[in-house]
């Protein structure tokens, strides 16, 4: 069965930043990489309302689901926690209420905003991959893995 996950791009436009964090050293995979706050979709729940709840477990901040905006779609064929694949939905937030702050301290180093202009290199591939695409009006669709 093919993993759904959910990521979202907090883009605060006015300062031309976004949110990320900084997987932690309990992190499951990617120890130590940037990422988008991101997640897996449970069973019978639409990816938007993965979305808006892994947003908010993970950073605290609230969105509607009706706010969120497709940026990019990831189609994986294999990954650490998805043998047979994943397909990450990409949002972009513009509205939101709350102030950022690192909820799940135990998965997570760091939640903080970074320009735009000046990302981290260290970054998970697939969602660094669709932040790039999103900021630059590149192809709203990767795949990753189907080669090997």
């Not at 979305?51 to 993970?58: F, M, Q």
């Not at 972009?92 to 180093?109: D, F, L, Q, T, V």
């Amino acid at each position: 069965m093919t993993l759904l996950v959910a990521a979202v791009i907090v883009h605060d436009r006015a300062a031309d930043r976004v949110l990320l964090l900084q997987r932690g050293p309990r992190a499951k995979f990617a120890q130590g990489m940037w990422d988008l706050p991101t997640g897996k979709s449970d069973p019978g729940e639409p990816v938007t309302e993965t979305a808006v709840r892994e947003l908010r477990e993970e950073t605290g901040l609230v969105v509607k689901a009706e706010h969120l905006r497709l940026a990019h779609v990831v189609h994986g064929g294999w990954g650490v926690e998805s043998p047979n694949g994943y397909l990450t939905v990409v949002f972009a937030a513009h509205e939101w209420s709350g102030e950022p702050g690192n909820r799940e301290p135990g998965k997570h180093s760091q939640v903080r905003w970074v320009p735009v202009d000046a990302l981290p290199e260290n970054f998970v591939p697939s969602t660094g991959g669709a932040l790039c695409h999103y900021l630059t009006g590149g192809p709203q669709l990767s795949l990753v893995r189907w080669d090997s």
